[in-house]
Every structure is written in C-alpha cells, then in structure tokens.
C-alpha cells in the first residue's frame, strides 16, 4: 500500500494524513469545498501529497480514511469506494450531526450506518478513540511500554491487518 486516501482531512484527516507522509506514503486528500481549499494542507506536507476531489480520492487510493460528520455520510462517492477497505475515524454527535434514531437507540453503531451506505466496501474503525492533538503526539516506537492503546473493529480480519 502506497496511496493512503482521504475522504475528509480536517483536523483528524489532516493529523492522520501528517503521520502518513513522516512514514514515508503518498496521500490523496479530500473534502467537501474542493481541492483548492486544502493547497495549503498539501503545501505543508511537500511532495507526497496532493489533493483531489473525493470521488478521485476513492478511485486513486487503495485505502481510504473517512473522517467527516455524520452528516456527510450520503454524500459519499459510494461507486468510487467500491472494493475499498475503508478506514472509519467517525464518532456521533448529535448536537453536529442531528439525531439519528437508529444510533440512539442502538440499532446500528456509526460504523454499521456507513457500511449499510458503502455496501460494497469493507468498514474498518479505527482512530476514533483518540483526540486529533494526541493522534499528532503520542505516537511511540513499537517496542515502547507507554503507548496509547488504539481499538481497531471490523469483522473482516485481512482489512483489519
Ligand atoms: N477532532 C477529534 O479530535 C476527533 C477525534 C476522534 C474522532 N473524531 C471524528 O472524526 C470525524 C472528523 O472529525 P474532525 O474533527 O477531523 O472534523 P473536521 O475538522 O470538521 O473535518 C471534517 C472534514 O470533513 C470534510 N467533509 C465534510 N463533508 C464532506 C463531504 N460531504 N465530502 C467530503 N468531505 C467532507 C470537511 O471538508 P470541508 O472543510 O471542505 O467542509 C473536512 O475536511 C468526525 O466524525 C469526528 O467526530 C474527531
């Protein structure tokens, strides 16, 4: 895996895309305004990133991290993501994202409403337990004793690798 994506590159998408472009990958990023407003984003992280618009993101990358609002969930590039593991950095609020009965009554999780929206791709969560400035600093060595535990859930086991 070469080109990491992103649906999403605000302040978890962009800490996430920084990590990424320190360890060496390429990042496609992407919004909702379009590809102008992250130029500034894209000059900061140099040569191993470029922005485009999401649907591009979703065609162009082999994995791709989504980290919008719930809000913004029907207006993903479904097709594009087909195929795709997707990396789910979501959490609910209600007071952004309005009330959705099915996760208040814990019918769904917020990773099951995004997987029942891109069916044909492969929801992974991950990333969404930690607050973006600690994602950007608290990243230790494998063999480290105090690192920051991060849950990753899926059901399908070569995605969650
Ligand atoms: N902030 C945290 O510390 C934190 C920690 C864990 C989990 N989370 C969760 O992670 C997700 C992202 O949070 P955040 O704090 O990074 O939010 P944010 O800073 O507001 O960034 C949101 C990003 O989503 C983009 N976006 C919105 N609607 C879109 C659409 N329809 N298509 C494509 N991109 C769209 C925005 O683009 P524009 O700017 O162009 O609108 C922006 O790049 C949320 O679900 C949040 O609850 C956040």
Do not use: C, W
Request: negative net charge.
């Amino acid at each position: 895996m070469h080109t990491l994506g992103f649906i999403g590159s605000g302040l978890v998408g962009g800490t996430l895309a920084r990590l990424a472009t320190t360890a060496g990958l390429d990042v496609v990023l992407g919004n909702s305004r379009g590809p102008e407003f992250l130029a500034g984003l894209v000059a900061e992280l140099g040569d191993h990133a470029r922005a485009a618009t999401a649907e591009d993101v979703a065609r162009e990358a082999e994995l791709v991290v989504v980290s919008v609002p719930l809000t913004a969930f029907p207006h993903l590039p479904t097709a594009a993501l087909a195929g795709r593991t997707v990396i789910d950095t979501t959490n609910y609020y209600p007071e952004r994202d309005g009330r959705l009965p099915e996760l208040d009554f814990d019918e769904l999780t917020s990773s099951e409403l995004l997987q029942r929206i891109l069916p044909r791709s492969t929801v992974v969560k991950a990333f969404n337990n930690l607050f973006h400035h600690h994602l950007a600093t608290l990243a230790r060595p494998s063999a480290s004793l105090d690192r920051s535990a991060l849950p990753i859930a899926g059901e399908d086991e070569p995605a969650k690798g």
